[in-house]
């Protein structure tokens, strides 16, 4: 398995709070995803990053931002979660952009 | 709109039979495709990819069938066994290579 983790793996907040998800990876792959994942929706993207400092929106991003500091983590930032925000969360890598991608064992998230 | 979508939630099959997943898409700028399995709890795990200017890629007992003109693939698992039980995505890329997955459909393996 690629080394990737997730932190936390799950997570119950309150409408309003700011929440901030880690994904980090050992693998030292450029590119780095974040999808979400709901029922009839299969898993759409929201934020990816293609190096240190290099990210860029995907289907999903509104309500949600991202930063690479380092290659080896991709931290996705909720300011103000909503109810609507409640949802699976999985990390993914891939060495490069046409590479098939590895995901992380997710985050559940909860808001209230 | 979905861009890809599949139309079965679930399929049950007998262990050591066929199972055939289907999938399709709208989108004929997309030139790349993938299936991806996933367990209860777990992240998805690739599977098998195929590009465009193939029409067929196998890898064991799974194989993905391209039928451009149509916008159809499929997953074929020959022959399946109880661990096949999981949800499987099918997802397709253009040229940016960001993924856009299916909604997933259950696959049940009865031994």
């Known amino acids: 398995d690629a080394g990737i983790t997730q932190s936390p793996r799950h997570k119950v907040t309150e409408t309003g709070t700011p929440v901030t998800l880690r994904c980090h990876q050992t693998e030292n792959h450029r590119y780095m995803y974040w999808y979400r994942q709901d029922p009839g929706h299969g898993l759409r993207l929201i934020h990816y990053s293609y190096g240190v400092k290099d990210t860029d929106k995907g289907e999903v991003s509104d309500g949600y931002s991202v930063s690479r500091s380092k290659t080896e983590d991709f931290l996705l930032t909720l300011e103000s979660a909503t109810s609507s925000q409640t949802s699976v969360y999985f990390c993914?890598?891939?060495?490069?952009?046409?590479?098939?991608?590895?995901f992380g064992p997710g985050t559940r998230l909860t808001v209230l | 709109d979905q861009q890809v979508k599949q139309n079965s939630p679930s399929l049950s099959v007998q262990e050591g039979r066929i199972s055939i997943l289907n999938c399709d898409y709208t989108?004929?700028?997309?030139?790349?495709f993938l299936w991806y399995k996933k367990y209860p709890a777990e992240g998805p795990t690739f599977l098998i990819s195929i590009s465009s200017i193939k029409d067929k890629n196998e890898d064991g007992r799974f194989t993905v069938f391209l039928n451009k003109s149509a916008k159809h693939l499929s997953l074929h698992i020959v022959p399946s066994q109880p661990g096949d039980s999981a949800v499987y995505f099918c997802?397709?890329?253009?040229?940016?290579?960001?993924?856009?997955f299916g909604s997933g459909t259950r696959l049940l393996v009865r031994p």
């Open positions: 993914a890598i891939s060495e490069t952009r046409d590479n098939e991608q590895f």
């Open positions: 989108n004929s700028m997309f030139d790349y």
């Open positions: 997802a397709a890329a253009d040229s940016s290579y960001k993924l856009i």
